[in-house]
């Protein structure tokens, strides 16, 4: 079983929609997870952290669920820039874990 | 900040050839990582140093892979001899704790023929 799931898409969602993606991991003792964006042809840049709480940055809202080890990330009133491929990683502590990414298109 | 920086942005070797990868980390960063970024695979993990010293390996294919950090501001990746299926993008990235975030330089995309 890999260390990070993702479903890899593709999303493809009008301009202005809300969408969502999700992630699971399987150590359940993970420390620490993220959200990176990776556009075409470049490298993977921080979206966000993920904290227990939840948190959100503008359109964007991250939440943990470590009872059923999972991740997610909601992006609200989506635009054409966020077109990417967005990456869920976590952290065991002694290694980062990538997702294999999920595929979001934002079409006009 | 210049951030990450990696060089060369492209290779072009023949197979057989050594190659070799150069990162310079961010500046007061002490965690250094290699990873490979490849269609079939996504992004792999092959080593990570932690204040110089090479922490996890695993990730290293096999013994034509090898890198050094001789000090906090540079890093090497080497692959003697390259095959074609070494071809990838790969990637450095500094954090400044083990568990911190990530910064990734931009690459370097490798081609073997």
């Known amino acids: 079983r890999k260390e990070v799931e993702q479903d890899p898409g593709p999303f493809n969602v009008p301009e202005g929609a809300t969408v969502a993606f999700n992630c699971t991991y399987s150590n359940s003792a993970s420390q620490s997870f993220f959200w990176y964006r990776q556009d075409c042809r470049k490298e993977p840049k921080l979206l966000m952290s993920v904290y227990s709480s939840g948190n959100e940055d503008g359109r964007f809202t991250a939440q943990l669920n470590r009872a059923s080890q999972y991740i997610s990330l909601l992006i609200r009133d989506s635009k054409l820039s966020d077109s990417a491929t967005y990456l869920c990683v976590v952290n065991t502590g002694n290694q980062f874990y990538f997702g294999t990414g999920t595929s979001l298109t934002v079409i006009p | ?113």
């Not at chain 2, 070797?13 to 990868?21: D, I, K, N």
């Not at chain 2, 990730?59 to 074609?84: V, W």
């Not at chain 2, 070494?86 to 954090?95: E, H, K, L, R, T």
Request: with cysteine; hydrophobic share 30%; net charge negative.
């Open chain 2, 1 to 113: 900040d210049a951030g990450v920086i990696q060089s060369p942005r492209h290779e072009v070797t023949e197979m057989g050839q050594e190659v070799t990868l150069r990162c310079k980390p961010i500046s007061g960063h002490n965690s250094l990582f290699w990873y490979r970024q490849t269609m079939m695979r996504g992004l792999e993990l092959l080593i990570y140093f932690n204040n110089n010293v090479p922490i996890d390996d695993s990730g290293m294919p096999e013994d034509r892979f090898s890198a050094k950090m001789p000090n906090a501001s540079f890093s090497t990746l080497k692959i003697q001899p390259s095959e074609p299926r070494d071809s990838a993008v790969y990637f450095c990235a500094s954090g400044g704790q083990s568990t911190d975030t990530q910064y990734f330089g931009p690459g370097t995309r490798l081609t073997v023929l």
